[in-house]
């Protein structure tokens, strides 16, 4: 009997836990200073709502990150073969110089945005648990968080989330 107790607690701890994935960024995550290309500041939030009505693909990466580097390829397919979706690139490069060669040197379209702490002491980067890069996001047409978690650009889940609503 005493060998069945810990099994027990495990099952009742994980049926208090909330395991979903939020559809929403918190509001501390809404908050988060971005650094535009021209230098100019905005929050997240502001950064998002600019595409309101349109999907939005989120690539977290930095310059320094083979695994990004490598999904790269795959990233620019899933451009064209979704030219209707935003796609917003948020660097973790902690120097802006380092940031913009990269978006060059990989020839990067999109709209670009540095987050300027890195992959630390941030609302957004805590919200979304980044713990590794690259880090592939969807916001769908009305806002909400459609795919919260990849890590490979290949996921089959972006493809799904990608797809326009029917």
């Known amino acids: 009997m005493k060998k069945y107790i810990p099994l027990l607690v495990l099952a009742v701890f994980m049926a208090r836990c909330n395991f979903e994935t939020p559809t929403q960024f918190s509001n501390e995550a809404n908050a988060t200073v ?16 600019q595409y309101k009505g349109k999907k939005v693909f989120i690539d977290i990466w930095a310059s320094w990150c083979a695994d990004c580097i490598k999904g790269m390829p795959t990233i620019k397919r899933l451009q064209s073969e979704f030219p209707e979706v935003v796609f917003l690139f948020l660097s973790v490069d902690k120097k802006n110089s380092a940031w913009k060669k990269g978006i060059q040197r990989f020839q990067m379209n999109g709209e670009h945005y540095n987050i300027p702490t890195g992959m630390r002491n941030s609302a957004l980067v805590d919200f979304v648990n980044l713990s590794w890069i690259p880090r592939y996001m969807v916001i769908d047409e009305m806002g909400a968080i459609s795919l919260f978690k990849a890590t490979n650009s290949s996921d089959k889940s972006i493809l799904t989330a990608l797809k326009p609503i029917q």
């Open 34 to 49: 971005l650094n535009s290309l021209s230098g100019d500041k905005a929050t997240f939030k502001a950064v998002i709502a």
